[in-house]
T-cell receptor, first 116, second 110 residues
Framework: NAGVTQTPKFRVLKTGQSMTLLCAQDMNHEYMYWYRQDPGMGLRLIHY???????AKGEVPDGYNVSRLKKQNFLLGLESAAPSQTSVYFC???????????????FGPGTRLTVL | GQSLEQPSEVTAVEGAIVQINCTYQ??????LSWYQQHDGGAPTFLSYNALDGLEETGRFSSFLSRSDSYGYLLLQELQMKDSASYFC???????????FGQGTELSVKP
């Protein structure tokens, strides 16, 4: 099992450009999440999904969109990149709800995005 | 709202025991989780406490006191490879999401 994979690993964008980050999991998890991590800020939830075809906003959703057309994939889109979106982006998945007994989240290796 | 507080840095020597504290404020509590992250890599799950008391997993233990809104991660027989950032996290029942603390950077010295 590959677990959670993310593509690309690194990306440099210019202000105003768009891009899509892809997350894939092979554990048949219902729940998937996108986080961003900035220095000293911990992990902040951008959007999440509780199943195929569903998405919901997290703490910091502005400037991002997501789609979950297939259970194993969760896409994060930046329509018009801004320097404030320079960050490391992590995707995660879990079998259970965040409050459930089996709520362990499995993280991907991250995408390091720089917006100039 | 939800908030978590944990120390930003902790330093300890190899072979020692270290405790990383976490205090939280939530409107509804379901459990406290701990994650480890090495050098900005993928965070990995360490433990989850839903009830008061101590949970032990090898060299790592996690404690929860719901009445004090407090928990800690205890690392015993420290090894150099334990140098990492450690995050506590609680569930936000108003937003349906896991809220992470800002992380504690543990440095293990020889």
């Amino acid at each position: 099992n590959a677990g959670v994979t993310q593509t690309p690993k690194f990306r440099v964008l210019k202000t105003g450009q768009s891009m899509t980050l892809l997350c894939a999991q092979d554990m048949n998890h219902e729940y998937m999440y996108w986080y961003r991590q900035d220095p000293g800020m911990g992990l902040r939830l951008i959007h999440y999904s509780v199943g195929e075809g569903t998405t919901a906003k997290g703490e910091v959703p502005d400037g991002y969109n997501v789609s979950r057309l297939k259970k194993q994939n969760f896409l994060l889109g930046l329509e018009s990149a801004a320097p404030s979106q320079t960050s490391v982006y992590f995707c995660a998945s879990s079998y259970s709800t965040p409050w459930g007994r089996y709520n362990e989240q499995f993280f991907g290796p991250g995408t390091r995005l720089t917006v100039l | 709202g939800q908030s978590l507080e944990q120390p930003s840095e902790v330093t300890a020597v190899e072979g020692a025991i270290v405790q990383i504290n976490c205090t939280y404020q939530t409107s509804g509590f379901y459990g406290l989780s701990w994650y480890q992250q090495h050098d900005g890599g993928a965070p990995t799950f360490l433990s989850y406490n839903a009830l008061d008391g101590l949970e032990e997993t090898g060299r790592f233990s996690s404690f929860l006191s719901r009445s004090d809104s407090y928990g800690y991660l205890l690392l015993q027989e420290l090894q150099m490879k334990d140098s990492a950032s450690y995050f506590c996290a609680v569930y936000d029942n108003q937003g349906g999401k896991l809220i992470f603390g800002q992380g504690t950077e543990l440095s293990v010295k020889p």
